[in-house]
Protein backbone atom coordinates (compact mmCIF):
# COMPACT_ATOMS: atom_id res chain seq x y z
CA UNK A 1 0.00 0.00 0.00
CA UNK A 2 1.05 3.29 -1.46
CA UNK A 3 1.57 5.26 2.64
CA UNK A 4 2.11 8.77 1.46
CA UNK A 5 -0.98 8.57 -1.29
CA UNK A 6 -3.27 7.56 1.33
CA UNK A 7 -2.50 9.93 3.68
CA UNK A 8 -2.66 12.59 1.04
CA UNK A 9 -6.17 11.27 -0.08
CA UNK A 10 -6.89 11.57 3.53
CA UNK A 11 -5.64 15.04 3.97
CA UNK A 12 -7.75 15.75 1.24
CA UNK A 13 -10.97 14.33 2.76
CA UNK A 14 -10.23 16.49 5.76
CA UNK A 15 -9.73 19.65 4.06
CA UNK A 16 -12.92 19.09 2.49
CA UNK A 17 -14.96 18.23 5.67
CA UNK A 18 -13.21 21.09 7.33
CA UNK A 19 -14.86 23.49 4.86
CA UNK A 20 -18.24 21.79 4.84
CA UNK A 21 -18.15 22.13 9.04
CA UNK A 22 -17.42 25.91 8.46
CA UNK A 23 -20.06 26.68 6.26
CA UNK A 24 -22.03 25.44 9.48
CA UNK A 25 -20.12 26.65 11.78
CA UNK A 26 -21.53 30.54 12.95
CA UNK A 27 -25.25 29.44 12.64
CA UNK A 28 -24.91 25.85 14.03
CA UNK A 29 -22.24 27.17 17.08
CA UNK A 30 -25.55 30.00 18.10
CA UNK A 31 -28.61 27.42 17.30
CA UNK A 32 -26.59 24.51 19.54
CA UNK A 33 -25.34 27.64 22.28
CA UNK A 34 -29.20 27.73 22.26
CA UNK A 35 -30.36 24.39 22.40
CA UNK A 36 -27.82 24.25 25.74
CA UNK A 37 -28.88 27.56 26.84
CA UNK A 38 -32.82 26.69 26.48
CA UNK A 39 -32.01 23.34 28.30
CA UNK A 40 -30.03 25.37 31.00
CA UNK A 41 -33.24 27.87 31.49
CA UNK A 42 -35.88 24.65 31.94
CA UNK A 43 -33.25 22.92 34.42
CA UNK A 44 -33.27 26.20 36.46
CA UNK A 45 -36.73 27.05 36.16
CA UNK A 46 -37.43 23.53 37.51
CA UNK A 47 -35.38 23.80 40.47
CA UNK A 48 -36.06 26.98 41.33
CA UNK A 49 -39.74 25.56 41.68
CA UNK A 50 -38.31 22.51 43.77
CA UNK A 51 -36.46 25.08 45.96
CA UNK A 52 -39.76 27.38 46.51
CA UNK A 53 -42.01 24.09 47.62
CA UNK A 54 -39.53 22.92 49.61
CA UNK A 55 -39.22 26.17 51.46
CA UNK A 56 -42.79 26.70 51.76
CA UNK A 57 -43.51 23.05 53.06
CA UNK A 58 -40.87 23.76 55.39
CA UNK A 59 -42.67 26.81 56.30
CA UNK A 60 -38.75 28.42 55.69
CA UNK A 61 -37.23 31.29 53.91
CA UNK A 62 -34.39 31.79 52.07
CA UNK A 63 -34.68 34.88 49.77
CA UNK A 64 -31.26 34.89 48.79
CA UNK A 65 -30.96 31.77 47.01
CA UNK A 66 -34.56 31.82 45.70
CA UNK A 67 -32.83 35.72 44.05
CA UNK A 68 -29.68 33.57 42.54
CA UNK A 69 -31.68 31.37 40.69
CA UNK A 70 -33.71 34.17 39.44
CA UNK A 71 -30.61 35.99 38.62
CA UNK A 72 -29.21 32.70 36.75
CA UNK A 73 -32.90 32.18 34.89
CA UNK A 74 -32.80 36.17 33.99
CA UNK A 75 -29.06 35.62 32.87
CA UNK A 76 -29.69 32.70 30.71
CA UNK A 77 -33.26 34.03 28.57
CA UNK A 78 -31.09 37.18 28.04
CA UNK A 79 -28.45 35.58 26.61
CA UNK A 80 -30.76 33.15 24.24
CA UNK A 81 -32.56 36.59 23.22
CA UNK A 82 -29.11 37.74 22.30
CA UNK A 83 -28.01 34.42 20.11
CA UNK A 84 -31.41 34.49 18.80
CA UNK A 85 -30.83 37.92 17.60
CA UNK A 86 -28.13 36.49 15.59
CA UNK A 87 -29.96 34.64 13.37
CA UNK A 88 -32.43 34.64 10.61
CA UNK A 89 -36.15 34.47 11.52
CA UNK A 90 -36.36 31.14 10.15
CA UNK A 91 -33.24 29.94 11.55
CA UNK A 92 -35.04 30.89 14.98
CA UNK A 93 -37.79 28.98 13.87
CA UNK A 94 -35.73 26.02 13.51
CA UNK A 95 -34.29 26.22 16.70
CA UNK A 96 -37.71 26.35 18.30
CA UNK A 97 -39.08 23.73 16.70
CA UNK A 98 -35.94 21.49 18.05
CA UNK A 99 -36.24 23.05 21.24
CA UNK A 100 -39.82 21.56 22.10
CA UNK A 101 -37.79 18.20 21.43
CA UNK A 102 -34.89 19.13 24.49
CA UNK A 103 -37.94 20.30 27.23
CA UNK A 104 -38.64 16.72 27.55
CA UNK A 105 -34.67 16.22 28.37
CA UNK A 106 -34.22 17.20 31.28
CA UNK A 107 -36.50 14.67 32.95
CA UNK A 108 -34.94 12.17 30.93
CA UNK A 109 -31.94 13.63 32.61
CA UNK A 110 -33.23 13.70 36.60
CA UNK A 111 -34.42 9.91 36.06
CA UNK A 112 -30.37 8.67 35.01
CA UNK A 113 -29.33 10.72 38.20
CA UNK A 114 -31.62 8.56 40.31
CA UNK A 115 -30.40 5.49 38.98
CA UNK A 116 -27.11 6.85 38.67
CA UNK A 117 -27.49 6.88 42.61
CA UNK A 118 -27.70 3.65 43.19
CA UNK A 119 -24.59 2.68 45.68
CA UNK A 120 -25.15 4.67 49.15
CA UNK A 121 -22.05 5.68 49.42
CA UNK A 122 -21.04 7.49 46.46
CA UNK A 123 -24.48 8.77 46.22
CA UNK A 124 -23.53 11.07 49.32
CA UNK A 125 -20.43 11.67 48.31
CA UNK A 126 -21.73 13.02 44.94
CA UNK A 127 -24.76 15.42 46.81
CA UNK A 128 -22.26 17.23 48.57
CA UNK A 129 -21.45 21.12 48.96
CA UNK A 130 -17.96 21.31 47.73
CA UNK A 131 -18.03 24.74 49.56
CA UNK A 132 -19.32 24.08 52.64
CA UNK A 133 -20.19 20.00 52.37
CA UNK A 134 -23.78 20.43 53.19
CA UNK A 135 -26.12 17.76 51.68
CA UNK A 136 -27.27 18.75 48.43
CA UNK A 137 -30.75 17.55 46.44
CA UNK A 138 -29.70 15.79 43.20
CA UNK A 139 -30.33 18.30 39.83
CA UNK A 140 -29.67 21.47 42.11
CA UNK A 141 -27.71 24.52 40.63
CA UNK A 142 -26.92 25.88 43.89
CA UNK A 143 -26.20 24.94 47.47
CA UNK A 144 -29.28 25.30 49.83
CA UNK A 145 -26.96 26.11 53.00
CA UNK A 146 -23.87 28.49 51.35
CA UNK A 147 -25.51 29.07 48.33
CA UNK A 148 -22.55 27.67 46.28
CA UNK A 149 -23.24 27.34 42.64
CA UNK A 150 -23.07 23.71 42.00
ZN1 LIG B 1 -22.64 24.91 50.57
Redesign the pocket.
Known sequence: MDFNKLKEKGLEYVEKGRLAAADLTEKGRIQTRILTDQAKLIRAQRQLGVLVYSLAKGNEENQPLVDKYIDMIGAIEQEIAQLKAKLTPAEVQEVERAVADVEIDPADVMDQTEDEAEPMETAGADHC?P????PVEPGSLF?N????QL
Open positions: CQCGACKCGA
